[in-house]
């Protein structure tokens, strides 16, 4: 009898655990009406009245173990901010890793920090980490996603300095930094304070314990009362703003070379952020400058059919994004490449959280999905967007949610509804599920875009053109079910997505429609301790099974992998891939798989290698070898892919990174192409406010003309390079200034010819009213 009670117990230990720990008494942050000068020393005597709290539990990568460092914090607000003063010792203060660098790129430096659940939900949290010099990282946890934001950037303040016995980091985040519920009085808010100790072993260190079994992290952070004297008097922001610069292009035809054409703008603009009350928020904008200031990530994209990602770095668009996210990725603002004005409300309110956006565009980009490949079509005339996003947390455990996007231009509509919820019934167990329905109308202009001038009836018909012949059937329809358990030593998840051919998100980024996919997987740990050479080991195995909405088989896939972590820092991650997948279509002029596509199978090994050996050194490597289609030709080929990592400091302010991919196929016994992609840049960080960045992304394909079915280049270079100088006294207030240049070379040109070059400048100004 004995046995049975207990078995019982240990099956229902996670939710007694989580109900308790609600139960249990809240502490509570102290006010006192005082303010302290950030400099890292902590030698205000505010500071022992402060609440005094140890951070001394390893939650990462062991389970709640005692830690092999002290570090303490305390802890006051005083109705507008609130102070944070860690003391983080070290038997070695040599050791410490820290690097002056641009803020949100110290992860992997010594670190100390807090997450913020500021509505006590569970839901999401904010993370503001701190390295020992002050420079800081901020970021959004999204729980509903399982997803964190590190493009998320508030203004707050912090100073570090190493010493005899470790380092110090004082804090200040204002309140107006942080949405929460102003309703009551006194506020409840979940926290957790950390210090991450990156040695041989990265040990998260934790003023909690945390279940391993329980996936949701944030779930389990304690609550914390207090700030009943909140006030935001400060809670208008107003960000003028200026951009200057000089372009020079020219059509590059041939071998002809011609003229520079040149073009100077002069672009004011003006963001506006009213929290009008802590709870709801008011962004507005108008001719905002948009521009990517720093270039994204070099990407291959030779040998792939589906179009590139690209994340989000706008500041408008990243103010609370995370309000508007929801299972599948409908909200993709990339998308929107040019606006004159925007304006965006956002709230949550006793479980009630609700987001919308409205902006223009001066062009129209559309992603044309399908089940074998993605187009991307560009057209230049104006575009109304708009989001609608609504979302209900009816306890600890359920929530939904309802999204709605259009976006428009002359003769071109899309608009979407999305319902989606989300139920944890034990702390094991999480089910998702998520409906969507499109109706699309597409304007002819796109049809003569994509065939290149061309009328319908001289195209040379692919599936792009295909799918945007919706005049018949306009409406689509969609939707996901995912179920997944964990317990602390293994998982097991499946899940089904059904897109039918029509469904479009011209909003997000759904790249692939008309298809079916039901997947499945299982993942078992193993925990290390003191007396192994490895701290964690995984193995992970999933297969899945793909169909177009008439039941014709596009892909089938088993993959698995086997994951070690050990000392410095290092990760072994090998696997195996075998998948029979679809070729290209016969006769393009038909959405048929079956009778008009090729089966091919693929089996591919790969390895993936990293480590952090020495401070301001990381190190990775991909390999990967075995079949892959030869997506121009329709035939399997061997591939041999290799892709190199390298980050390292000289000194605390010159960092070095280095990344190249390098990709051949093989086919027939002959050479196929050869890709290289490389990434350089040079980075000399002054201080935590300011930079000189020199970047260089070169492209290098050579193809194999004799191996092609159709007529392509022997070569293509591409090469752009940038200079940048920046100086950030917050994520508002900052001065950009720089130079970048393009330039290519096809069979045509004997050499790298530029068809690009600008100058740029810019200024902005917050203003914290």
């Given amino acids: 009898m004995l046995n049975k009670v207990l078995s019982s117990l240990s099956i229902i230990a996670p939710c007694l655990w989580f109900s308790a720990s609600s139960l249990a008494a809240e502490p509570a942050i102290p006010y006192i009406n005082a303010s302290v000068n950030i400099d890292g020393k902590m030698d205000e005597t505010v500071w022992q009245q402060a609440k005094l709290i140890a951070i001394d539990n390893v939650t990462w990568p062991y389970e709640n173990t005692q830690s092999p460092v002290t570090t303490s914090v305390r802890v006051f607000e005083n109705g507008q901010s609130l102070f944070l003063a860690f003391d ?69 303040d912090s100073a570090g300095q190493i010493n005899d016995t470790g380092y110090v980091v004082e804090v200040e985040i204002p309140l107006r930094v942080l949405n929460f519920d102003d309703s009551q009085d006194t506020k409840t808010m979940a926290m957790e304070f950390l210090r991450f100790y990156p040695r041989s072993e990265r040990l998260r260190i934790s003023s909690m314990q945390i279940a391993h079994e329980n996936q949701c992290w944030v779930c389990q ?8 004297g909140t006030k935001q008097n400060s809670n208008l922001a107003v960000i003028p703003a200026m951009v200057v610069s000089h372009q020079q292009t020219r059509d590059i035809d041939g071998s002809t070379i011609p003229d520079w054409e040149d073009d100077t703008n002069y672009e004011p603009g003006l963001d506006v952020k009213w929290a009008i009350t802590p709870d709801t928020t008011l962004n507005a904008t108008l001719n905002p400058d948009f521009s990517q200031v720093e270039a994204d990530n070099g990407q291959l994209s030779v040998n792939n059919s589906f179009s590139l990602f690209f994340p989000e770095k706008r500041a408008f668009f990243l103010d609370n994004a995370d309000y508007f996210s929801s299972h599948i990725n409908l909200l993709h603002t990339r998308n929107i490449a040019a606006p004159d004005y925007g304006a965006k409300l956002t709230g949550s309110k006793q479980g009630h959280t609700y987001a919308a956006f409205v902006t223009n565009d001066e062009f129209t980009n559309v992603m044309v999905p399908g089940n074998l490949g993605s187009s991307v079509v560009s057209l230049e005339q104006k575009s109304e967007n708009a989001a609608l996003r609504y979302r209900y947390d009816a306890n600890e455990t359920l929530s939904v949610g309802a999204l709605t996007t259009t976006r428009q231009s002359e003769d071109y509509k899309n608009q979407l509804l999305s319902l989606d919820g989300k139920y944890e019934p034990t702390a094991n167990d999480t089910f998702k599920a998520q409906i969507l329905t499109s109706k699309t109308d597409y304007d002819p202009a796109m049809v003569k875009e994509l065939c290149d001038d061309e009328t319908l009836e001289n195209c040379e018909i692919d599936e792009s053109v295909l799918r945007t012949q919706l005049e018949d059937d306009n409406q689509g329809l969609g939707y996901m079910l995912d179920y997944r358990h964990n317990q602390k030593h293994w998982k097991a998840f499946a899940s089904y997505r059904n897109y039918d051919a029509a469904l479009r998100a011209d909003m997000g980024f759904l790249s692939q429609v008309d298809f079916n996919k039901f997947i499945t997987g ?9 007396q192994t050479w490895w701290n964690r080991t995984r193995w992970y195995t999933d297969w899945d099974i793909s169909h177009n909405e008439n039941g014709e088989l596009l892909e089938k896939e088993i993959q698995s992998n086997i994951a070690i972590s050990g000392p410095l820092q290092s990760t072994i991650d090998f696997g195996v891939d075998h998948r029979k997948r679809a070729g290209l279509r016969h006769d393009e002029s038909s959405l048929a798989i079956d009778g008009n596509t090729d089966l091919f199978s693929e089996n591919t090994q790969w390895i993936y290698l990293e480590s952090k050996p020495a401070p301001g050194v990381f190190s990775g490597l991909t390999l990967r070898t075995g079949n892959r289609v030869d997506l121009a030709n329709n035939r399997m080929a061997d591939e041999r892919y290799i892709r190199p990592l390298l980050d390292f400091y000289l000194g605390q302010h010159f960092e070095v990174r280095l990344r190249h991919t390098y990709q051949k196929l093989t086919a027939d016994g002959m050479e196929v192409f050869t890709a290289n992609l490389s990434d350089i840049r040079f980075t000399y960080q002054f201080n935590i406010n300011s930079y000189l960045r020199l970047a260089f992304i070169k492209t290098d394909i050579r193809r194999n003309q004799a191996n092609y079915i159709d007529d392509v ?11 940048l100088y920046a100086y950030k006294l917050n994520p508002q207030t900052v001065f950009f200034a720089g130079y970048s240049d393009n330039g290519y070379q096809d069979d045509d040109l004997s050499k790298i010819s530029k068809d690009n070059k600008t100058f740029f400048a810019k200024f902005s100004y917050a203003w914290l009213l």
């Fill in 88 to 156: 983080a010792k070290d038997p070695d203060p040599a050791q410490i890793r820290a690097f002056f660098r641009d803020r949100d790129r110290s992860w992997n430096d010594d670190l100390v920090g807090i997450k913020i659940d500021s509505f006590n939900n569970g839901r999401s949290a904010y993370q503001f980490f701190i390295n020992p010099l002050g420079v800081q990282q901020d970021s959004i946890e999204n729980v509903l996603s399982d997803s964190e934001d590190s493009s998320w950037n508030g203004i707050w």
């Fill in 221 to 228: 952070m304690p609550a914390f009362t207090g700030f009943s």
């Fill in 522 to 530: 299982f993942e078992y740990r193993w925990y290390g301790d003191e």
């Fill in 713 to 723: 280049d022997s070569q293509y270079k591409r090469l752009s390079t940038q200079l």
